[in-house]
């Protein structure tokens, strides 16, 4: 019971230390990911994720990015396939970027499954902290867990690296 107190004022430190973003108003585009899950160890866990950000307007292609998960905090349990969606939204925008969403996310995760489970991580970050990944919606996974802790989310780009991946 102490540790799960522990994590949480970690978690809410760790979330009230980390610097704000300028005000991120012009929602630009959608991140979805899924992974294979992962075993969690107790005070931690890290899973890879395959990405694809597809981008408001009809000029702009989707991009690919692989990236790991890591939660810091309580992580018990087992999970099974993962997808996870947000809205991208930028500090500031101008036509033509961002060039990337490459780079690393911090914030709070919150996850419980049995069978079948349901979870939450607001992150922010990028390219000089200039992005926020909101949830859009639960996020859904398999498994038998429960997590409440700090999520660390880095991408990188995928298009010049093949990678395999099974949904």
Not at 105 to 114: C, L, N, P, Q, R
Not at 130 to 138: A, D, E, K, R
Request: proline share 5%; aromatic share 8%; hydrophobic share 45%.
């Amino acid at each position: 019971m102490k540790t799960m107190f522990a994590a949480v004022a970690v978690a809410a430190l760790a979330t009230a230390a980390a610097p704000l973003p300028a005000l991120a108003g012009a929602k630009i585009g959608t991140l979805s990911c899924k992974s294979q899950g992962t075993i969690n160890q107790i005070v931690s866990s890290s899973e890879t994720v395959l990405c694809r950000y597809i981008p408001f307007g009809k000029f702009h292609g989707t991009e690919t990015y692989v990236g790991t998960l890591d939660t810091y905090g309580v992580d018990l349990g087992i999970t099974g396939r993962t997808l996870m969606t947000w809205s991208v939204l930028a500090a500031s925008f101008e036509a033509g970027e961002p060039a990337s969403l490459a780079g690393t996310y911090y914030g709070t995760s919150i996850d419980a499954s049995f069978a079948v489970g349901v979870g939450a991580k607001s992150l922010i970050g990028g390219p000089e902290r200039g992005f926020t990944l909101q949830p859009t919606s639960v996020q859904i996974q398999e498994g038998v867990n429960a997590t409440v802790g700090v999520a660390r989310l880095t991408l990188q780009n995928a298009d010049a690296t093949p990678v395999v991946y099974k949904p």
